[in-house]
């Protein structure tokens, strides 16, 4: 008998087509199921890429793109349709829908317009500025420009410029802006005051956020009809460079970097707003000027976390409505009634007081003791004063003390009521 090959080929495995009886079955049916499966899954998804209506659905934003939005060039005419006789043109961006280029061709399309506003954007400089020659308010607020460059184009037209939240390091070429009656330049990068020396028309400036140092009186003292300058969250250290703004109503330095208030005394009598918050002025650094100018416009005063652990520097401030003194160390009661003639004097004018977060604030009867201190008030911290906040009510209505006695007494009555039914019940 003969033997195999060792190259002879093995015999095939049995397939389907080779196999008999039940296992034959069983297979065509498993490949039926599947085959069914595969063709139902299809279906499935071609159902969803249609709609209702059969069209595709756009499916394209689902897949990431490998393109940064600052890269793709979009213009304003991209995202607003605007016709050529406009004259107030406003784009705040949205998602998907921001302008990353002003375009060379609005200020030719539209020249008359006098209000642009293209808000919260990714537009990186100012372009196609040229050709207006209407343009009164421009807005290019929370974007990210580098510089004013290109702003001599519509300075002469120019009264109300907003380029805050960007990060421009350089503000002198505000200065070909000579009508500019309000300027923002909040958060952004400046170090300096520069350009503003000749704008004797401004009336509000917003500088806040930035990181400047000195109150420029070079710069400053041009703006003689100036009535708002907001320089807070700087850091500055001296309140100064104010001299020539003799109409100044509101006054804001909060969080830099004062130890104490001075050189005020040419705005003693228009100050009617003073912002000092966030700042490490002391008792003394707060009575040499308070002690000695009355500010008999100064309605709203902010001291509000800064190092004092008295009001006695406030209490020449008889015109006072509202005193924000949160986040300091003032201890007593004592230490508050210094104030006290401006809220129990006839025609006190003091509304709202605010000690939270001071040592004071925890004492017993907190608000109920500054009521009958100072009873002008209408607002003590957050909770606006109300009748039932000290005993004796307010405006006729009875005291929560007095509302507590009621209760108790109607409790009390009610408790022998039921005794003697009780009783009457027992004797029969």
């Not at 070429?173 to 401004?202: D, F, M, W």
């Amino acid at each position: 008998m003969s033997t195999p090959s060792e190259t002879e080929p093995l015999p095939p495995e049995p397939t389907a087509a080779t196999t008999g009886g039940d296992n034959d079955g069983t297979n065509n049916l498993n490949n039926n199921d599947d085959s069914d499966e595969k063709k139902s899954n299809n279906n499935d998804n071609d159902n969803n890429k249609k709609s209702t209506n059969g069209n595709e659905l756009p499916l394209d934003w689902t897949k990431p793109s490998n393109t940064a939005p600052c890269e793709v060039i979009t213009l304003p005419r991209d995202v607003c349709p605007y016709a050529e006789d406009e004259t107030d043109l406003t784009i705040v961006g949205t998602h998907g829908r921001k302008l990353t280029k002003m375009g060379s061709d609005l200020s030719s399309t539209c020249p008359d317009l006098s209000t642009l506003v293209l808000r919260s954007h990714l537009l990186s400089r100012m372009e196609g500025l040229g050709q207006f020659k209407k343009l009164e308010v421009l807005e290019l607020y929370d974007n990210s420009i580098g510089t004013l460059e290109g702003l001599e184009a519509v300075g002469s037209t120019l009264r109300v410029l907003d380029m805050s939240y960007n990060v421009i390091r350089d503000m002198e070429p505000v200065k070909h802006c000579p009508n500019l009656t309000e300027l923002y330049l909040a958060q952004n990068k400046l170090k300096s005051i520069a350009g503003l020396r000749n704008l004797s028309k401004l009336r509000k400036i917003d500088l806040g956020a930035n990181r400047i140092r000195i109150m420029d009186e070079e710069e400053l003292s041009g703006l003689t009809n100036l009535e708002e300058l907001w320089l807070g969250k700087n850091k500055i250290e001296e309140i100064d460079g104010i001299k020539k703004l003799t109409k100044l109503r509101r006054l804001d330095v909060q969080a830099n970097r004062l130890t104490k208030i001075q050189n005020l005394s040419k705005q003693a009598e228009t100050l009617e707003e003073l912002y000092l918050a966030d700042n490490g002025i002391k008792d003394d650094g707060a009575a040499a000027t308070f002690r000695t100018l009355s500010f008999p416009q100064l309605t709203v005063l902010d001291m509000c976390k800064n190092r004092l652990t008295t009001t006695s520097p406030f209490s020449n401030l008889l015109s006072l409505e509202e005193l924000w003194l949160t986040g300091n160390d003032i201890k007593t009661f004592a230490d508050v009634r210094y104030i006290e003639n401006l809220g129990a004097r006839e025609g006190a004018c003091l509304e709202g007081i605010y000690l939270d977060h001071n040592p004071v604030s925890k004492e017993f009867e907190y608000r109920k003791v500054l009521l009958k201190m100072l009873p002008s008030l209408q607002q003590i911290d957050a909770d606006r004063v109300d009748a039932n906040m000290f005993g004796g009510g307010v405006g006729g209505m009875p005291s929560l003390e007095e509302r507590m006695k009621g209760m108790q007494q109607a409790a009390f009555d009610l408790a022998l009521q039921q005794q003697g039914r009780q009783k009457s019940e027992g004797d029969t």
